[in-house]
């Protein structure tokens, strides 16, 4: 029988095995691996030796390419090269239209909520184009290192939300690789400074990268991280810096009007590299040449200043608000560190030097900095360093609730709590005999639920006909430590429960997922297309209930007999289509009988301003709410 | 584990004497000391129900924290621990006095727009609330301190009120910063 070996406590076997773990930044441009050996972190480069993998896949006639060999064809082949697609991630078709002008591919038309982009190879989603980016860096670390890898650590932007994150797991997912943690792209920069330097006491860490902007204020003491907040805008980055140059250089050209994505593209790739350039000079020349057309001028920095100032003012006042979350002034900041390639532009760094009044550190490269970070995060998380005291504690960047009467959100955690978290709020029946309740999950800081973004709608159903108030439902948000939502309600009489990992409405199932893998894309559009209308069935119910118990109250008062009319017949038409299988019919009715209701339901509002200050609510459903953050919530 | 923490209330979570005044500054080295122990990251490989625990004991930490961070949560806790629950909402009496701070307050929020830099403005009330909030703290530690509930229990009420007032203030900052944001 062989015998176990058992370590001194706090030492590690001599025949502990190095587990294989690396850091991944999946970056809207750039994306990057890295890895610890022999205590050593570096980034990982490819045969060519070049670190960087530009975000970018080419889905050609023959093959696949990602990386330089894909950016070849970004002018050649537009349509068919995908670039800054974590811009997309998380993403519901809906969201796309502010965006989607940057971008010169063409998406899918499509029933289902997530976005797909058309290209020869099939519609593609932004998680099926993000997984073939993480497959190339898995292949690149496999190769290097020479075996199979045990996890990675992937970094997301602070600011993502829930959505977002789900949608970088999944493609984590396809790309069959283990995620130990996602981590936040400036908790990891500053892992990476703080162990290099040594360094205590408060520091910003200010991410501006292609496509993101993040800036986290951390607290840093004996090997602990502590995020103390964390803000942002998750559509804002070097690419708006891009495209404002692009604006201006199309202009200077008198290719403001030109439609073909080729000169597009070709405007942007100047725009770019003139940015990159006036980080080392006063000016550049730029020399246009495409098909018949020709055009030189010169970019200079003062010109450059003036295009970007507004957009470096937005960040600032993200910096701000980070700040006052943290409760901490400017000059308790003893660090700024500078992450993401647009931080190279000298316009920010002046600006930010400025802000924090101090000089902002760059020493290590501004595009490996955050792989760095999470490859030392994942080196501890895979077990390879025993007693290490690095400790990261983090925080939500937005805050969660529910929502209640009147389409107003409940925050149930607020932003900037550090993670995990679980919070519990009760909530009663407002009728007599009620014996189900709609939850709405939503994910945002404004008041309204339709300013908010909503993450997911569950029921729970089945509880004992009681008396209105005397029903006790708990529901509780529990956030791991990825950030990931869970929520879960409980009848505290019955014991009943409903339970749902928070999949955002256009997020992909796990089943999904599984579908993808297997199947060919049709497939997997049929089972969005399901899901979708279930989906819309489901809202229907959800309207005509609501509708129905909002009439019983106070129809009579509130409607004259011609409003009534006009109601009942959108009633009905909603009901005739109701069971069909036709998405647009259901979706279109759904939206009559929201505006015949519209006169109405500000009425009833009106009238219920003194109901809801009395109590909080889920839908119709009133409650009385016996909060545990009673402090927060008052 | 030395400690049951899912049994332990905050303040001997943190081995602090139960009090209104705590060293906030061994509060937080003694949660960091705790997290290392029972954060997640620590059982990245171990199994799912290993797992689920460090999630618990660490979501308590974090409410643990928080709760002792904030003073009005803090105050708070400390009555819920003397088996008062405070559901004021619908106690309406409060002294002349503050109610008529309460009003100068909500009259300067509303023309706050009027100002040359309402920004710099918000900052300004912001002061004085918290100013006033810190005096209200050291009636309530009093309070407390003599064992003399009903007025602790006062105190937190008008902190309540401060405390609402301080979140009206943020929130319009941040609605002001939206807007110049664009």
Known sequence: MALIQIAEPGESTTAHQHKLAVGIDLGTTNSLVATVRSGDVSTLPDVFGEHLLPSIVHYGKEKLDVGYEAQKNSIGDPLNTIVSVKRLMGRGAKDLSVEDMHYSYEFAESESAVPRIKTRRGNVSAVEVSAEILKTLKRRAIDTLGDDLTGAVITVPAYFDEAQRQATKDAAKLADINVLRLLNEPTAAAVAYGLDTGNEGIIAVYDLGGGTFDISILRLNKGVFEVLATGGDSSLGGDDFDYEITQWLAAQAGLDKVKSPAIKRLLMQHSRSAKEALAHQESIEINLEIDDIKWQGSLDRAQLKELLTPLVKKTLMSCRRALRDADVENENISEVVMVGGSTRTLIVREMVADFFECEPLTSIDPDKVVATGAALQADVLAGNKSDEEMLLLDVIPLSLGIETMGGLVEKIIHRNTAIPVAKAQDFTTYKDGQTAMAVHVLQGERELVTDCRSLARFELRGFPSQVAGAVRIRVTFQVDADGLLIVSAREENSGIEASVDVKPSYGLTDNEIETMLRDSIENAEDDMYSRSLREQQVEADRVIEALDAALAVDARELLSEQEMLTISKARQDLLDVKTSSDIDAIKQKIKHLEAACEDYVARRMNSNIKIAMQGHSIDEYTSDSTSDSEAEEL | ?182
């Open chain 2, 1 to 182: 584990m030395s400690k049951d923490i899912l049994n332990s209330n905050f303040f001997e979570l943190f081995d602090q004497t139960v009090s209104f005044d705590v060293d906030l500054h061994k509060v937080q080295q003694s949660y960091m000391e705790l997290q290392k122990q029972v954060h997640p990251d620590k059982f990245a490989n171990a199994s799912d129900q290993e797992k689920r625990i460090s999630m618990q004991r660490t979501s308590w930490l974090n409410e643990a924290l928080t709760t002792l961070k904030n003073p009005v949560s803090r105050a708070t806790y400390l009555l819920k621990l003397k088996g008062l629950d405070i559901n004021l909402e619908n106690e309406t009496t409060m002294d002349a006095a503050f109610l008529m701070q309460q009003l100068e307050i909500r009259e300067k929020l509303e023309n706050i727009k009027d100002n040359a830099d309402p920004l710099a403005a918000l900052d300004v009330l912001a002061g004085e609330i918290k100013n006033t909030s810190n005096a209200m703290m050291q009636g309530f530690s009093q309070s407390y301190e003599n064992d003399d509930l009903d007025d602790a229990r006062e105190w937190i009420r008008k902190l309540q009120f401060l405390e609402k007032a301080k979140n009206e203030v943020n929130a319009l900052t941040a609605t002001l910063e939206d807007e110049l944001m664009g």
